[in-house]
């Protein structure tokens, strides 16, 4: 029985080694690919290089506010400003040349003096933000950045601009009008209001600029990528060589499945079957087999991103190649599967490469889960891919421990048990 | 050696085989002759186990065959009609292969394999890739990789199906060898002449029934006449008088088509210059006269009123 089993996988085990073409190709295919996602998710983790976004404004305004906020923006190190009509702007971004335009309307200056200090009954200044929707991370970035620099701004202006000391004077005026407020928190508001006043009218005297530029926002972010260890940077390779070997892997589980159903109509099939082996036996040294070919292809893989790219198991070794194991079991048991339920391989081919790409993109292979939608995160936990390629970040880049992995290996295995018992009992042995 | 009863199987509203039975005592060969889709190969697989029979039981040694794994299988050698070797590997890495899978171990393997390239004579291209045979060559292979194992009964599905005559003797030398060292042989084919060749018995099954099952003498006792005279009339309209031909005392039968009359006779030497001149007295001109011996391709043909194979 072993004898006849181990015969059984290192036949298929010689014929997949005996093809060096087939071979090189189910490397190169998983590696280039991976390769190339993991280029454009920027994979070593080092930002300026993309960290430019192009935005066009259009200054419809040239007050002193808008001007000194096209001057800010200019300033900014994630931004690339260039300046643009209306029309120009539009054009641009449909035509994907820039992510976002930014439009300062005609009266932007005046209307966001006014609203400073008016509270809700004035009119706000309105900002027109263009994107291009494929674009929308950048969008947002930019909306926060221009936050931050609008504030700026127009406190400035406030405490000491021309424009400020005007809708000083007008908000003093209304409140005058204002009989809804209490008589002690009018007063307060006046004092404030005056005080101001008071401030830019020295201030301007003094020359503008002076010690106080107008609020700033109070804080600096310092960001720190959190990998395995500090001073690690994040290795977008890891991630992408996961993905891209899970996704070639499964590739390889619904050859399997085919090869099987087409095996079912030749001579060799009848010949095994004739020999007094189990079912268990036959099909069980077919899933065996693929699995080391798939473990083959995973392992070759990060031992080339391990050369190339820098990408370390830094965590948990053994998690590492326990996930590697048990997803290329549930692989393979995923292509008996494919055999089991397939009636001709025609039919099925196109049907299980659907299946596999689903599975795939649920499992984040193409871009990780963490981008998805919350609802999208929460279901895709039941899609085994999400825990292979989880469990293999886990222990690459994120650097976590066994324990991480420990319930993603159980669930794999689970599932190539169900998927294989499934497969055996699906199976048409009758078949011709 | 094994006996199979009353074997049923369909397929849908086709009835591949239908109450299939016969017997093969130690060291016989039977031919199991019939048409395509008779249903050969599917009483073929049922009896080496492949196929579950929806009825009807197949006793090897006396024991019934039960289940995947029944040691009793490794009494039966297997040539499958379609080829059933591994392309990519070398005819002997084929044949070890095949001894792994009944378990022999890797001396016992080696020795079997060698003994069994030597005896199809391919003992020179044992490590040349199957895939660089020539089709003569990959169906002798085919039989060699039944045969590791050294099971006592063989069942022999077709195995010189597009085989250049040459490939072909040789393999029915091998098949006889096999047959003198003992083998029980199946032998399936709806070429008369192979059964005739090898076979002690011959089946004949048509849509799935036996339709005939003894011996070649058997089978031949079946036919009013042992041979058959062919004339080939001038004038093909041939007013001849069929019955007062077939009165004629050597003679068993008459038949008249396209300006041929086939007669069956049993004496050929008595038979043909009495024929001929009752003719030529008759003021029949014949263009041309062959004889034939009847064959099992006559059996088939007076069993059903068909031919064996399309013309
Ligand atoms: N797997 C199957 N599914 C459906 N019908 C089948 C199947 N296998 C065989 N049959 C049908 O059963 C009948 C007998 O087929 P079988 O292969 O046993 O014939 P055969 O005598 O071996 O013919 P051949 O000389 O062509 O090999 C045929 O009508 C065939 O179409
Ligand atoms: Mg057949």
């Known amino acids: 029985m072993t004898r006849a089993f181990i015969a059984l996988v290192s036949k298929d085990l010689k014929l997949f080694f005996t093809d060096r073409r087939a071979v090189v190709l189910s490397l190169v295919a998983p590696i280039a690919i991976g390769s190339f996602f993991g280029y454009i998710f920027n994979g070593d983790g080092d930002r300026t290089e993309i960290g430019r976004v192009q935005v066009l404004v259009v200054d419809e305004d040239r007050s002193p506010i808008s001007q000194d906020l096209v001057a800010q923006l200019k300033a900014d190190a994630a931004l690339e400003v260039t300046l643009a009509t209306p029309v120009e702007a539009r054009e641009a971004v449909r035509r994907a040349q820039a992510a976002v335009a930014v439009e300062l309307p005609p009266r932007f200056g005046a209307d966001a003096a006014g609203a400073f200090f008016g509270g809700r009954a004035r009119k706000k200044a309105e900002v027109r933000l263009l994107y291009d929707p494929s674009r929308a991370t950048e969008a947002s970035m930019v909306q926060g950045i221009l936050v931050g620099h609008v504030m700026q701004s127009v406190s400035k202006e406030m405490f000491t601009g021309p424009t400020g000391r005007a809708a000083i004077g007008d908000a003093l005026t209304q409140l005058e009008r204002d009989t809804t407020m209490r008589p002690d928190e009018r007063g307060a508001l006046q004092d404030l209001l005056r005080g101001a006043g008071r401030w830019n009218d020295t201030s301007r005297a003094a020359g503008s600029g002076g010690a106080g530029g107008g609020l700033t926002i109070p804080f600096d972010v310092k960001k720190e990528a959190m990998t395995s260890r500090r001073g690690v940077p994040y290795n977008g390779y890891a991630h992408s060589f996961a993905g891209m070997g899970v996704q070639f892997v499964l590739f390889m589980a619904i050859e399997m499945g085919l090869g099987l159903l087409l095996q079912q109509r030749d001579g060799l099939w009848r010949r095994l079957r004739a020999a007094p082996l189990s079912r268990g036996v036959l099909l069980g040294a077919r899933s065996v087999s693929t699995a080391l070919q798939s473990l083959f292809i995973l392992f070759f893989m990060f031992l080339f991103a391990r050369v190339v790219f820098g990408v370390r198991v830094d965590g948990s070794l053994a998690g590492f190649i326990g996930i590697a194991v048990a997803f290329s079991l549930m692989t393979a048991s995923f292509g008996l599967l494919i055999a089991g339920l397939g009636r001709t391989p025609e039919g099925t081919r196109a049907l299980s490469i659907v299946a596999t790409l689903v599975l795939v993109m649920l499992g984040g292979a193409w871009v990780p889960t963490f981008v998805f939608p919350q609802w999208l995160q929460k279901l895709t936990v039941v899609v085994p891919t999400r825990w292979a390629v989880d469990g293999l970040d886990a222990t690459t880049w994120r650097g976590l421990g066994f324990s991480s992995v420990a319930w993603p290996i159980v669930f794999l295995l689970g599932t190539a048990m169900i998927c294989g018992s499934l497969a055996v009992a699906r199976f048409r042995w009758d078949a011709d | ?311």
């Open chain 2, 1 to 311: 050696m094994y006996d199979i009863n009353g074997l049923t199987k369909r397929y849908g509203n086709v009835v591949a085989a239908d109450g299939v039975s016969f017997r093969a005592d130690e060291g016989e060969a039977i031919g199991l002759l019939g048409p395509n889709g008779a249903g050969k190969t599917t009483t073929v697989s049922m009896i080496a186990g492949l196929l579950r029979p929806d009825a009807g039981e197949v006793l090897i040694a006396g024991r019934p065959l039960c289940g995947d794994t029944d040691p009793i299988k490794r009494e039966i050698g297997l040539v499958t009609q379609d080829i059933a070797l591994v392309a990519d590997l070398s005819a002997l890495d084929n044949l070890l292969f095949f001894a792994a899978l009944y378990d022999l171990d890797r001396p016992t393997a080696r020795r079997a394999a060698a003994d069994a390239l030597d005896l199809v004579g391919l003992a020179d291209r044992a490590r040349h890739k199957v895939r660089t045979f020539s089709g003569g060559m990959k169906r002798r292979l085919n039989l060699a990789a039944a045969l590791l194992h050294d099971p006592r009964i063989l069942l022999l599905d077709e195995p010189i199906v597009g085989v250049d005559p040459q490939s072909r003797n040789a393999i029915f030398d091998n098949l006889e060898t096999l047959k003198r060292r003992g083998k029980t042989l199946l032998y399936t084919t709806h070429y008369m002449e192979e059964a005739e060749r090898l076979c002690d018995r011959v089946v004949i099954i048509d849509h799935g029934k036996v339709i005939a099952d003894d011996t070649l003498q058997g089978l031949y006792r079946l036919l009013p006449a042992s041979n058959l005279l062919s004339i080939e009339l001038e004038d093909r309209e041939g007013r001849v008088d069929l019955e007062q031909l077939r009165a004629l005392p050597p003679v068993k039968t008459v038949e008249f088509a396209n300006g041929a009359l086939r007669i069956g006779v049993s004496d050929l030497a008595a038979a043909t210059p009495f024929v001929l001149q009752w003719l030529v007295d008759h003021g029949h001109r014949y263009r041309h006269a062959v004889t034939e011996r009847a064959d099992l391709e006559t059996v088939f043909l007076s069993l059903t009123g068909r031919t064996l194979r399309d013309r």
